[in-house]
């Protein structure tokens, strides 16, 4: 792939950036799925942590910029504000985790369409479960990217609560006016970047577009102490920006809304997994509500407890 190079006309003019640490053979998946983008980037900026494999130089060699940095150095928010800042000629910054594969060509020229709008700051694409995905996987991309586009604005926080703001980092693009005007990436949040752009965006009347018809295929098939630890994570980041729940509502609610969801879709696909659903559950929210009391816990216990113990150093 070549940045500018054929393809579609493209909307805007658009850096895509990937964050990369050893993808190995998913490598080869996503410079095929890049190439046949009908929407071709002007940069494409690839911030490597290190990586032991060859994915530095396929990257190179399909027109990326590598950057390589220290695994130590990597950071959610810092890192995609240092790419953003290697790309200064681009109107939009579209990201693209590593493991993140889009679905079709039309995938980055549907996306980039939602800034049209003048007004749209962000836009994120649906995620579709990867092939093998069990049900619980299933389910939680099917609950969080629906079929039908939306866009989102702060007058929505009443209705959605922290729906709001919901955005992804695996797939999602920001308009560079509006992301440098709320100050760009936060430099050490401990995950949730995206959520605190999101946020920051909606506050300052810029709205959020939801592209269903823009899709990757991604997904992650959690352990259930994967998930107390992404959730303790969450936790964390809630109890550290607390203006999210002022503005937008507790995360509790959401969290009961997915349940029934869950509870609703198993009963009729998968009722065996129903009883490994509600442990999973109870860690999370045990995970979470730990996360939001982080202040008052040791430093040791919260590095193990931690999915991102790098934060902590």
């Known amino acids: 792939m070549a940045p500018g190079g054929a393809g579609g ?67 959610h928010g810092g890192t995609r504000q240092r790419s953003v800042e290697l790309a200064p000629e681009a109107e939009v910054d579209l990201f693209l985790t590593q493991d993140a594969v ?31 995905a069990g049900p619980l996987e299933a389910h939680a991309r099917l609950f969080n990217y629906p079929p039908h586009s939306r866009v989102k604005q702060a007058a929505d926080a009443l209705a959605l609560g922290m729906k709001t703001f919901f955005i992804s ?38 709205k959020v577009a ?35 729940r002022e503005a937008f509502g507790k995360a509790e609610g959401e969290g009961g809304r997915f349940l029934r969801s869950e509870w609703d879709y198993l009963w009729r696909r998968g009722r065996r997994h129903l009883p490994g659903a509600l442990w999973r559950n109870g860690l999370k929210f045990a995970g979470y509500r730990l996360g939001l009391v982080e202040g008052v816990l040791p430093r040791r216990l919260k590095v193990r407890i931690s999915m991102n113990r790098g934060y902590w150093q």
Do not use: M
């Open 102 to 132: 889009p679905a079709h060509p039309e995938a980055f020229e549907n996306l980039l369409q939602a800034f049209a709008d003048p007004k749209v700051g962000a836009a994120f694409g649906r995620q579709l479960p990867r092939s093998g």
């Open 210 to 244: 939801y592209r269903a018809d823009a899709r990757v295929h991604h997904s992650h098939a959690y352990g259930p102490l994967e998930e107390l630890r992404r959730y303790f994570d969450v936790g964390v980041f809630h109890a550290r920006e607390p203006w999210i």
């Open 9 to 75: 006309e493209c909307p805007v003019r658009f850096a895509l950036h990937v964050p990369t640490l050893n993808p190995g053979p998913a490598t080869g998946s996503l410079l095929a799925a890049l190439r046949v983008q009908t929407a071709q980037p002007h940069a494409f900026v690839v911030i490597d942590s290190s990586s032991t494999d060859d994915s530095p130089e396929r990257f190179r060699e399909s027109g990326a910029a590598v950057h390589v940095i220290e695994r130590s150095a990597f950071r």
């Open 169 to 206: 980092n695996s797939f999602a693009a920001y308009r560079r006016e509006a992301l440098l005007a709320v100050g760009g990436f936060p430099p050490d949040v401990i995950l949730s970047e995206d959520s605190y752009v999101s946020a920051r965006l909606l506050l300052a009347d810029w």
